[in-house]
């Protein structure tokens, strides 16, 4: 149960925001939010959909009412906003639906991952399956990464997003939507007065893990810091609200240090390729504590990401190699 880490937050003009962390995976929970602003309640993300994460859903709208007196209800629930298609915030969406009628909202780009997940994963094996070989993973293993990918999309339902939002739009007269992709092609932040939703585009202490654009389109450094500058660019913010992980006080000290961690890690990764180097042999190097093939698929795509940033901008040079691919600092 997790009644007893709800946080509240106060929203510009009496506005509640009631944070609900769902044990999303048995290694990682994730954060729902409930804003409440007169007659009006959103859901900000619904978890992943498993039995643990929808339970903690279910008691967090309860204790909402029950401990802190709100008049909330999964009926009188007016909206649900989908910050980004990961399995980890758009999973629960059936769950919920079942509850409530509200219209879900979603960013365009990430409309399939939402809608129906297993089938975007499903859709998106051979792109896996081809991403892996091009970052030099042996033939005998794409099968089994390729089904780590694939097994998250089995735990959901997904569920139908009446509304599409984009980057400028103003969501039911209350949430400025902030396109931001790089972490996921369809990930939005909402801002509401001085608070920023920021989903996993923003991390209190983690770099969020980037998905490259040889993986999926719309995705890769290039965007997410593109990204980072965009909401950096939006004055006053006084608190950031993640997907995972503590509220941040100071977002703006918190984008400089994600953009100088990458380009730490953009350096030590051109200095790596001296001598010509595949993307697994370079996570190999980066991460050398990976133990599961789940750490090394985020591995790959965190290297990934870097190295098509490097490689459009000139500072490494491709060379095929059979199905792979290694480079090395031009
Ligand atoms: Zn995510
Ligand atoms: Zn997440």
Do not use: K, Q
């Given at each position: 149960m997790t009644d007893g880490a709800i946080q509240r937050f106060a929203g510009a003009g009496g506005a509640r925001i009631y944070q609900i962390p769902v044990r999303a995976f048995p290694s990682m929970s994730a954060h729902t939010y409930v804003v409440i602003d007169g007659g009006y309640a959103a859901l900000i993300d619904t978890g992943s959909g498993v039995a643990e994460s929808n339970t903690d859903l279910d008691s967090g709208m309860a204790a909402i009412r029950d401990q802190y007196g709100e008049q909330v209800s999964w009926e009188m629930l007016s909206r649900i906003i989908i910050t980004h298609g990961h399995?980890?915030?758009?999973?629960?969406?059936?769950?919920?639906?079942?509850?409530?009628?509200?219209?879900?909202?979603?960013h365009r780009l990430d409309l399939a991952a939402v809608r129906d997940h297993a089938a975007f994963m499903a859709a998106h094996l051979e792109a896996t399956a081809s991403f892996l070989r091009w970052t030099g993973v042996a033939e005998g293993q794409i099968g089994q990464l390729g089904r780590l990918f694939g097994a998250v999309g089995q735990i959901a339902p997904g569920g139908e997003v009446a509304t599409l939002i984009d980057d400028g739009d103003l969501l039911d007269g209350r949430f400025a939507?902030?396109?931001?992709?790089?972490?996921?092609?369809?990930?939005?932040?909402?801002?509401?007065?001085?608070?920023?939703?920021?989903?996993?585009?923003?991390?209190?202490?983690?770099?969020?893990?980037?998905?490259?654009?040889h993986l999926e389109p719309h995705n890769g450094l290039g965007?997410?810091?593109?990204?980072?500058?965009?909401?950096?660019?939006?004055?006053?913010?006084?608190?950031?609200?993640?997907?995972?992980?503590?509220p941040i006080?100071?977002?703006?000290?918190?984008?400089?240090?994600?953009r100088e961690s990458h380009m730490g890690r953009l350096a030590q990764i051109h200095e790596a390729c001296r001598a010509p180097r595949t993307i697994l042999d370079l996570a190999a190097q980066i991460y050398p504590e990976m133990r599961h093939p789940s750490q090394l698929l985020l591995a790959l795509q965190a290297v990934a990401a870097r190295v098509e940033y490097l490689e459009q901008r000139g500072a490494l040079a491709a060379s095929d190699t059979g199905a792979m691919t290694r480079y090395r600092a031009a």
């Open positions: 399995i980890d915030h758009c999973g629960g969406l059936g769950h919920v639906r079942a509850r409530s009628a509200a219209p879900a909202a979603a939507v902030i396109h931001t992709p790089g972490h996921c092609a369809g990930m939005v932040c909402l801002r509401m007065g001085d608070v920023l939703f920021c989903a996993d585009h923003l991390l209190a202490t983690t770099n969020p893990r980037l998905t490259p654009a965007l997410y810091l593109a990204s980072l500058d965009r909401v950096a660019a939006e004055p006053g913010i006084r608190l950031g609200l993640a997907g995972h992980e503590a006080g100071d977002i703006y000290a918190r984008i400089d240090a994600i």
